[in-house]
């Protein structure tokens, strides 16, 4: 049978959702729960690669089990076996045939900054904090220049292993809450950082650093030193994964 499992996470104190030998992982704790559930040694798969520090709503896995646990019953019993920071927030049935991260038409990440002079000691964990004055409406200006199917290779770090750069950007949104700037991206696919380099640049317009043109000219010349900085994976969260079907 396989799961299609939802989870959040506070990645602060994990080397990113796959396993590696540098640090512990989120993968790496999900097994070390489900082997202990279920008796068995299960390889689980995730819809994204979360890098180092960065959460998650919404990540999705799969997995394949004999179990006995009914598929609605993971959420129940993997809570008590996984750490604190990940939770298991809904388990399902579905086909041999879906698959986590190929079977995923989209993906929405959020991205959120403390703008305020002082740090948070409640917030500093999910909020990059930039302590002077953004210009919101700097930052809004750039914003449809992002949308659509482009070839977004300035705003990919090195490293990353893609067959193309063109993506394509659904949705795109600026808000801001009390002393939090919120960025809102929806999309078929993203590059590797593509997400914290686009948040990095609406922090530098907002500062007067750069002009809200810079992205239309990094999309038009591909050129990296066209934009910002690559923002702190503190501030990034993976929201949700788009499925066929409402899975």
């Given amino acids: 049978m396989r799961i299609l499992l939802t989870l959040e996470y506070d990645g602060t104190d994990y080397a990113g959702w796959q396993r590696q030998l540098n640090g512990p992982s989120v993968q790496e704790a999900l097994e070390d729960a489900l082997r202990r559930a279920t008796g068995t040694d299960t390889r689980i798969t995730g819809a994204s690669r979360t890098d180092a520090g960065v959460h998650a709503l919404g990540q999705r896995a799969h997995f394949d089990t004999a179990s006995s646990i009914p598929p609605d019953g993971y959420p129940l019993v993997l809570g008590t076996l996984l750490p604190r920071d990940i939770a298991v927030t809904q388990s399902v049935a579905v086909p041999d045939s879906v698959h986590a991260r190929f079977s995923a038409k989209g993906k929405e990440y959020t991205y959120r900054i403390l703008n305020r002079r002082s740090p948070s000691a409640l917030r500093r964990r999910f909020t990059a904090h930039v302590p002077v004055p953004l210009c919101f409406e700097a930052m809004m200006q750039a914003l449809p220049m992002l ?10 770090a090195a490293g990353g292993s893609q067959k193309t750069t063109v993506r394509r950007i659904d949705r795109i949104n600026l808000v801001r809450q009390g002393d939090e700037i919120i960025l809102t991206v ?62």
Avoid: S, W
């Fill in 186 to 247: 929806a999309g078929n696919a993203f590059l590797y950082n593509m997400v914290r380099i686009i948040a990095g640049t609406l922090i530098d317009i907002g500062k007067g650093r750069l002009d809200a043109g810079c992205v239309a000219r990094a999309i038009e010349t591909g050129d990296r030193l066209q934009l910002g900085a690559t923002a702190p994976a503190c501030g990034l969260e993976l929201t949700r994964v788009f499925y066929e079907g409402g899975l």
């Fill in 147 to 156: 949308e659509g199917t482009h070839d977004f290779a300035a705003f990919a």
